[in-house]
């Protein structure tokens, strides 16, 4: 498994938590005690999105023997970091602190997995960086957890999950992209559920299989909010990344967006550009899972308007990474180099800088 060019940035890597029991450590006296009465022996918080033995949660080379997939780091560096000489890999951890209803449960469970890992994982492998976990249940107090864990500068991007209570525009949650922004940090949008509410506007689907599939959906409503809601006018330096998005959508969603905005933009006066060229500027997305036919993936590009939009993830330990075909065939070297590392540099200002 040999990347085309060496120091490659995977954007997109996912350490497991054990289990609630392994935040214990991590919270307050308060939050300990709850949790411990709240759990009674039921430690597990997963999202429903990703069910610890759906086959999509893991590659079955990179389940191990025991356990939950991603929880060890040495199999995360035999298989991923070593694997491909990595320079960078940036965490996603996915786990049920995020769609917690308690505002303050939800805060509090976020902030000790920011502790977590870094505790457990930066510490452990220089690496690694990560993204803020934070509960949208209380805008405010995300922001404040961006302010906290913002100082340590192997934390490069603010995470959170693409289906929530309302779109991700609304000035409801500007106080975390005004956190973000002052700390160049993106804004990493990931496939997943707060389980608000239905996947589609038809109701819940039957099989998982058709709610992985409705996450694009999730994506084009939630990059038009961005858009339209005027997020970019009032934080003009603001990078969103769509992780796990796919990117086969986007093009059309470019071209639809911009032809309407035409007739109706009396009503945004904030937009002052072209819609697509709002969405070239302020969005990239990760290369897991890649949902373009192959050999099309330049046209791809070419459609959207720019080779800058994509970055590699691997997506470790999820199923849908592509093993030996690591990239895509018929990609120019100059394109392939540009999605390895000078996208994803430009993305993440913190990758830039040397890190101790």
């Known amino acids: 498994m040999k990347l085309p060019h060496s ?175 002052k700390h160049r940090l993106p804004i990493g949008v990931h496939a997943g559920s707060m389980m608000r509410h239905a996947p589609t506007q038809s109701g819940y689907p039957s099989y998982l299989a058709e709610d992985y599939v409705h996450q694009s959906q999730a994506f084009a409503t939630q990059t038009i909010s961005f858009v339209a809601e005027g997020v970019f006018a009032k934080f003009p330096d603001l990078r969103v990344v769509l992780i796990e998005s796919g990117v086969s959508w986007l093009p059309g969603l470019m071209w639809r967006v911009s032809k309407d905005w035409r007739g109706v933009r009396t009503e945004v006066p904030w937009i002052k550009k072209i819609p697509a060229d709002i969405i070239r500027h302020h969005f990239r997305l990760t290369m897991q899972p890649l949902d373009a036919p192959p050999g099309e993936v330049e046209r791809v590009l070419e459609h959207i308007g720019s080779d800058d939009l994509l970055l590699f993830a691997t997506d470790y330990p999820h199923w849908q990474f592509d093993g030996e075909e690591v990239l895509p065939a018929g990609l120019p070297d100059r394109v392939m180099r540009k999605i390895l590392i000078d996208n994803p540099l430009a993305t993440y200002p913190r990758l830039q800088e040397n890190v101790a």
């Open 7 to 181: 120091g490659a940035i995977d954007c997109d890597i996912h350490p497991a938590l054990p289990g609630t029991p392994a935040l214990l450590p991590y919270l307050d006296g308060y939050w300990r005690d709850t949790m411990t009465m709240v759990m009674k022996g039921n430690s597990r918080m997963e999202l429903n999105s990703y069910p610890p033995n759906a086959p999509l949660t893991s590659r079955p080379d990179w389940r191990p023997k025991e356990g939950k997939a991603g929880i060890d780091l040495g199999l995360m560096r035999d298989h991923a970091l070593d694997a491909f000489q990595l320079r960078y890999a940036i965490c996603n951890c996915l786990y049920g602190a995020q769609a917690v209803f308690n505002p303050d449960l939800g805060a509090a469970l976020c902030r000790a997995m920011n502790d977590w890992m870094a505790k457990e994982w930066l510490d452990k492998e220089p690496r690694l960086r990560a993204s803020i976990v934070v509960s949208l249940m209380d805008p405010e107090a995300a922001a404040e957890e961006v302010e906290r864990v913002a100082s340590d500068r192997r934390f490069v991007q603010v995470l959170v999950l693409v289906m929530g209570e309302m779109p991700l525009g609304r000035r409801t949650y500007w106080p975390i992209y005004r956190a973000a922004e």
